[in-house]
Nanobody, 123 residues
Framework: QVQLVESGGGLVQAGGSLRLSCAAS????????MGWFRQGPGKEREFVAD????????YYADAVKGRFTISRDNAKNTVYLQMNSLKPEDTAVYYC????????????????WGQGTQVTVSS
């Protein structure tokens, strides 16, 4: 497993942007598919995006497609989530996670999780 630490959350107005980072420890980071999930108030944790170990494959939830971009830098053991055109409904705690699978949108498939970072979008 890898240890994950998210950063970059905060308060932003609707239409604004934020960039989340997730730093991983461990020499095997480049072998994991990385994902971002979020959990809004009173809601279940939901898939946002994932990226394969090489970065060649990405997949997005419909709710964020065209607004969010996931990327990774294996040399820095870091995965990013660029969030543009933010909406109040994007308000949530955002988590990064790692899976040994090539790709997944399911919480249960991700074995390693960060502590989360709060994103609040005001209207």
């Amino acid at each position: 497993q890898v240890q994950l630490v998210e950063s970059g959350g905060g308060l932003v107005q609707a239409g604004g942007s934020l960039r989340l980072s997730c730093a991983a420890s461990g020499r095997t980071f480049s072998s994991y598919t990385m994902g971002w999930f979020r959990q809004g108030p009173g809601k279940e944790r939901e898939f946002v995006a994932d990226i394969s170990w090489s970065g060649d494959y990405t997949y997005y939830a419909d709710a964020v497609k065209g607004r969010f971009t996931i990327s990774r830098d294996n040399a820095k053991n870091t995965v990013y989530l660029q969030m543009n055109s933010l909406k109040p409904e994007d308000t949530a705690v955002y988590y990064c996670a790692a899976t040994a699978l090539f790709a997944s949108t399911r919480v249960i498939d991700f074995a390693s999780w960060g502590q989360g970072t709060q994103v609040t979008v005001s209207s």
